[in-house]
């Protein structure tokens, strides 16, 4: 570094002149950048080295986005560039001979010179000169944002460029992307331009046909109506945006300029039929916005508050023109998150209830005016509200959508686990609400209990659907019967639980020797049998594709090794109990279960009942000892056998049954916990059954803790001093052992440090998690690698070998280069990017463009292939997967908080998919090698930071043949491929 600054330090030549006006030459000039990229990237360290055509946008963001002291090697580089710059001006030194790469600069040196540092700076020198400037640098962000033609509007008026580097650059750098100026006037989002309407996705003849009809332009009157300018002075009306109020107009005018046309619709009103009542929403929008304060524009230009504005924006489900879709009514929305208790007459909450839909104004206050935790609870009561009771019109359906809606901030997993299973009633939401109430009213031991079983149970009946077992029908009537259940006056099951799972359960699924293994069988999916068996070679061996054998093979070596109590042993003291409670109980009768409970003893493992009260969560005694308890029980019932006291013997009835419910809140959790911990061998399974030290949160230090805990999103809790645990609920264990879902094949490789943060290093392994081998098909694979095939041919044609160099000049490429792009709502400083790549690094073009961009090139839909997709959980508030359609991305980046990026970034696994192809595999063994092709790939890729999302998607997409082969051998040693016994074919 001493050396770089000691050269730079004698080849800067200054001369200071009055500021002048200069017109650009063009939009952009390519400087030389004395040592290369390489060894500045490297002097701040910046790893990898941000490519040519993008290096002056990411440095500039990688730099400013960052609070001084975070990166002490950088920032000392900084410091000693900029007195080598002052120490420069004083000084006449030679020229810097030192070879030199050329990347690309908006405007031109002459301008920067002349209207941001009042001084000469000579094209080799521009690039550290910026660089060391904080406001230079995020202007030049700004700048590299814009449009060509906006960037030449900037370059015919340097006093503008001046004003904005002195007063408002961080703002600039920030929201600069969405503003457009055209034929001298400010063309806002959403709005029609004067001409050359191509430009903005509308056709000229349709601009003209509607400009002849003397249809004015709705969205410049809004602007004009809170913007004291007129956006046909642009340069007075862009520096009233960037400066009233603190930038916050900028801001929101950026916001929607980022969001899909529908929702930018919204946004702006123009759903609104009384253009009055528009225009004063508007107003009070603006008004509003200011309600998001955790944003810190001068420190973090680049960063994003958690649940800010535009997440808040793009989560309302809105029609193609922009109307809210139901349930949109104020008054419904405003009861629902007046509280979270459950009413008992809805339907009287409801009358005389503002009809009125919601508009962002309304969203905005009500939601951005609260702290960031329930903003996030209020957007996920919307989204799930929209997505679920969008059909609940009919007026006696109301009272049951708002006691959902409101239950939702104390029963979210119960309520998602609905949705999930595909149930859309409204009443059967509000009924399983109004029964976990009165659960969640239990304390101690014996809540615990009961929520073990209740969610024990319900977690079975979701992974049974999940796998395709029960449809979703019998799956609701299932939950119907469990929900009506009786209890006792102390809350207590009383073996009601264990009766329904031998009765109901039992009888919908297909039979095996014991409850637990049908169970495990129902749980495990479909198994291939002779007639539907999927023949499969694989290195000239035959195997058989067979999904529910290898699951249940999984399944039952994790409760080996769980060395948990058995199904049916809670099952059978539970029938026990209720035997004894019989009227007309005979001697022999009581001999018979005597003998039964002898058995149950002895299936019960030696360790339950053993453990330490360490294992015991916060809150809870520790739970009796089942196996004491049930030999005493033994003893007292041979006894009065012995003394042929049938009666005395029917009195262990009650002490029978209330072993049995705590016997099975013990084997119901372990279930559930078996079906997502991953790899029978791993860690976790080493020491000791983690199901058992699953907090549900009685240990809370207030109520409405302990109210939310139980039906909380499960988390890994590690705590000092603490085993290691989950907290939550029951269901969506998914969820919270989403990293079990990776195993790590080769264990010989060092590790570095991962560089993703923990946030996106979960958002990736639960991608896997969630994804469904049973929703993987061969069909959905084919449309994959074929749309990506032609996508990639498309790219490529915009560089063909004998005419590079100039394939960025000629007028068909420019125009079908900007088709592709518009096809992707790419951003203007990536399309003058990938320009400036094909121009002078035309065998590099492919890698501009992600994995999703090359599906929707080649005319892949991307609402088809979810199942291949990344985990919406943050993004969206659902437990599912989704590919992120090119042109929302932007809108991701700038919350490491939240691990969002890995929302966009599902090349993995759709180069997974065209690798499965290539390789003649089926499709549903993708989940088995993206578990160790995505530990891999998180332990190995390199990215700047949190929003480096093409270093991310380049990574994946390099990842070789021999290592995809290496994870699909996993597959047949532990795995879906089963070898056909005796077979043998060629290749």
Known sequence: MRSWLLRLSFSTIVAVFPLRPAAAAGVTEDVPLPGGTAALARALGIDPVPDRSRF????????????????????AFLQALRQSVARARRLDVPVDTRPAELVPVPLNAELWSSAVFHRKVAPRELVPAIVADRSAALLCLGLAALDDRTLEYFADHPLLIERIYERSAPAFGAFSSSLRIQDNRVVPPGARAPSRGESLGVAPGKVEERQAQGDRDEVTALWEAVIPEKMTRPERFVL???ELNEGRFFYLYDVIGQLDPPRRAFALGLWMTNAVARTERFKALTAGVGVFRESQLRTLPLGRASYDLSMTLMRIEVG???TPLPPASRGLWSRVFGGADLPDDPV?????AEDDPIDAAWLIDTIGSVEVRLRAERLDQLSFGQRVFAGAAETSERGDVLVALRAFSRYRMLLWTFERIGIRAPAAYATAARRAARIGALEGRRGFEAQAQFQGALALLTRMAGVGTLDAPRAQKLIERLMALPTTEDG????????????????????????????????SGPASDGAIARPVTWEGQGYRLDLGAAERRRLQRVREKQEGVPLDAALDVAAAGRALRAEKLALDDAESIVARLSAVVTDIPRRVGHDGEDSTPTGLTPAPNAADALRKAIDELSRDIRNKDVKKAARMAEALIELGDTLLAEALPSIAYAADVGDPDGAVLLADD???????????RDAETRARLPWAVPRADVTPGVPWHITGSLLGLDLGLAPLALRRLNYERVLEAPKLTSNERDAFALSVSLMSPFALHDADRDAIADAFERGRRRVAALATPSDRGRAASRPNDDAAFDRLADELSMEAWRRRAVRWTLAHEANRIESMFSSVEMLVLGGGKTADLDAWGMAMVTLQGCICSRLTPPGRW??????????????????LNLHVAIMLKELHLPAALAKVVLSGAMQDFIDEVRPTDDADWLTLSRAARVISRDRIEDYIAAATAAGPLIPDAGLRHQD
């Open 320 to 322: 193609p023109d922009g």
């Open 240 to 242: 009233q945006l960037l």
């Open 492 to 523: 207590r099951f009383a073996g009601a639980v264990a009766r329904w799972l031998r009765d109901d359960l039992a009888a919908a699924i297909a039979s095996a020797p014991t409850t637990e293994a049908a169970v495990l069988a129902a749980m």
């Open 348 to 352: 009287r909450r409801l009358r005389n």
């Open 890 to 907: 932007p809108n991701l980046l700038g919350r490491p908080q939240l691990g969002l990026t890995a929302s966009a970034v599902a090349d």
């Open 56 to 75: 002056m946008f990411e440095i500039t963001r990688l730099l400013y986005n960052t609070p001084e002291g975070r990166r002490p090697s950088a920032d």
């Open 690 to 700: 983690v199901s058992r030290r699953h907090d549900f949160g009685f240990g809370g």
